[in-house]
């Protein structure tokens, strides 16, 4: 802290200013630097709720002003049903492209040396069809490598399924000529928020979706990544396989209906007693011996299996331990209490207050309980059968009629806390080929540019989290949670993760931007439009009109 505080009370020995703000036409829900050609040029991609694509850069002699470039303007088909992302198609180094999903199916749009995106787009599978109506267009990452083959797949999200094809694009007779194939399809429903409106009565409702029902991790060692698909109970992972690609049908299937405790007795929320699932059974995994490879741990009731992972993939029929609990279980964590490598499995139990306690709670406050009992790592994904640690935290909550009285009061100070998290983004400001941090305030009305700084240090990571919750569980004298206490708390990660990303740079300058009251800052990219090193600072915010604004901050000498 005595760090970031000479910091601040250095005087920056450059000029940090805006240099020009530009205005859209519309209101930009897209935007990503695009770097095109074979030179280190880094421009500005946006596309805007109407489905226009523009890019922004410097004129061909590499002179500011930074400005929409004339060729670099695209009007996108289906705004309204439209996913979006910018990538390649091949493994290798060449000008990436802006690829769209929507009801023509999957398109590809060419970012050549230009710099500009080139239309028509070529049609690349009619059936790949996305049909979900978002309102405006959404960028969503599928274009991936899911089975790290060095072949490109396209996730493409259906009604209930998530379906993988395999795109290529090659020259012939001079013209590009696609083709394309579906390599794999899971029932997985893409999480989807639903709107309420419709405009026909044949559409099918969203306002955003997340890629997808599934996730791709390394399961069994092998350092390629497997399939994980998620559907209710159900679990299917299909494993990538030596010679590239990933079979449609899984490997291992798993249903977590199977896994009960006849003796459970929980039945969810019932007062005076411990908060249970009511006999359904929760999956979690880890590498829990070192192996370097995914280990499971099914909850139900009062039991816990561990299933040790193997070279051939995940298996649910032998456990190395299975734990019987004297009561039920809320919910596990895995994290190190011994500070060795291993992770020690830890049960959670939130005990509801009794009926006389939620009547006194109406004027008075009282203390929701949770326990925890830590099971030391034996090694080999085996653990001890009684607890080594126990803990655990009261978690005091207001008086019920205060809350009733004025809900909104509670809801609003967790508001405030989210917005007082700033955004923290990395780049090159200076030119001096050392990564520095630019810091907008959570109002959009300030940026703060630092000097040597890494802004990864400012994400909170798993050690972090795991270390904090060790503390709280087992180590800190101090037990109960309040309300003060806990808004405390997490405020004061946003005010480590500043002060991690800053301890050891230089502030460079501050400038105030004119925020718009009510309006967030709406995105926040670097770009190096002239190729001399030296990257922009691009702050997307929002006018009285809805029509973003881009604030283009500089650093000059």
């Given at each position: ?58 004129d ?16 996108l ?113 893409a ?12 559409d ?29 109970t ?46 359904a059974?929760?999956?979690?995994r ?38 019987k ?16 490598d ?22 008075s ?55 007082s ?36 240090r ?10 904090d ?40 300058g ?33 006018d ?13 000498p």
């Open positions: 802290m005595i760090g970031v505080c000479l910091s601040l009370l250095a005087v920056p020995t450059s000029d940090l200013r805006v240099t020009q703000v530009l205005a859209p036409t519309a209101k930009v829900v897209v935007a990503a630097p695009l770097r095109c050609g074979p030179d280190a040029t880094v421009d500005l991609l946006t596309i805007d709720v109407e489905g226009q694509v523009r890019v922004y850069g410097t061909a002699a590499g002179q500011l002003p930074f400005a929409a470039l004339a060729r670099g303007s695209l009007d088909a289906s705004p309204s049903r439209l996913l979006v992302d910018i990538g390649r198609l091949t493994a290798d180094d060449g000008p990436p492209a802006l690829l769209t999903l929507s009801p023509r199916g999957c398109e590809l749009f060419a970012l050549d040396d230009s710099r500009t995106p080139a239309g028509p787009g070529l049609r690349l599978a009619r059936r790949a069809t996305f049909d979900l109506r978002l309102g405006a267009p959404q960028a969503a990452p599928f274009i991936q490598d899911v089975d790290g083959d060095g072949r490109v797949e396209v996730l493409v999200p259906e009604v209930g399924a998530v379906s993988l094809w395999n795109m290529a694009v090659e020259e012939v007779e001079g013209q590009p000529r696609a083709s394309a194939s579906r390599s794999l399809r899971v029932e997985a429903r999480q989807v928020d639903q709107q309420t409106e419709a405009q026909d009565l044949t099918t409702l969203s306002s955003r979706v997340q890629l997808p029902g599934l996730s791709t991790l390394d399961l069994n060692g092998d350092g390629r990544s497997d399939l994980v698909v998620t559907e209710g159900r679990r299917a992972f299909h494993l990538a396989r030596a010679e590239g690609g990933i079979a449609e049908a899984p490997d291992v299937t798993l249903d977590l209906d199977l896994f009960r405790d006849p003796s459970s007795t929980g039945g969810g929320f019932e007062p005076g007693r411990i908060l249970s699932l009511g006999g059974a929760s999956l979690d880890r590498d829990l011996d070192g192996d370097g490879i995914q280990d499971h741990v099914i909850v139900a009731g009062r039991k816990v299996w561990v299933f040790p992972g193997r070279a051939d993939g995940p298996q649910f029929q032998e456990p190395s331990t299975i734990l609990s004297a009561e039920e279980v809320t919910a596990t964590a895995m994290f190190s209490i011994d500070d060795d291993l992770a020690e499995l830890v049960l959670l139990r939130l005990k509801l207050p009794s009926v006389t306690t939620l009547v006194l709670g109406l004027v406050s009282f203390d929701v309980e949770l326990r925890a009992s830590g099971y030391r790592n034996l090694g080999g994904g085996r653990f001890d059968t009684s607890p080594d640690w126990n803990g655990g935290v009261q978690l005091r909550v207001p008086p019920i009629l205060d809350i009733v009285r004025d809900p909104y009061a509670l809801v609003e100070r967790f508001k405030a806390l989210g917005e998290y700033g955004e923290i983004l990395a780049g090159d400001f200076d030119g001096d080929g050392v990564e520095d941090a630019a810091i907008v305030s959570p109002d959009g009305a300030e940026v703060e540019l630092w000097l040597g700084a890494e802004a990864e400012g994400e909170l990571t798993r050690d972090d989290l795991e270390r919750v060790r503390t709280a569980l087992f180590t800190d004298s101090e037990r109960v949670w309040d309300i003060d206490r806990l808004l405390g708390f997490l405020g004061s990660q946003g005010t480590d993760r500043v002060q991690r990303v800053t301890e050891t740079a230089t502030l460079a501050r400038v105030e931007l004119p925020a718009v009251q009510g309006r967030p800052l709406e995105f926040l990219v670097a770009c190096d439009p002239d190729g001399d090193g030296r990257d922009l600072l691009v702050v997307g915010l929002g009285d009109a809805g029509i973003t604004r881009l604030h283009v901050v500089e650093l000059l």
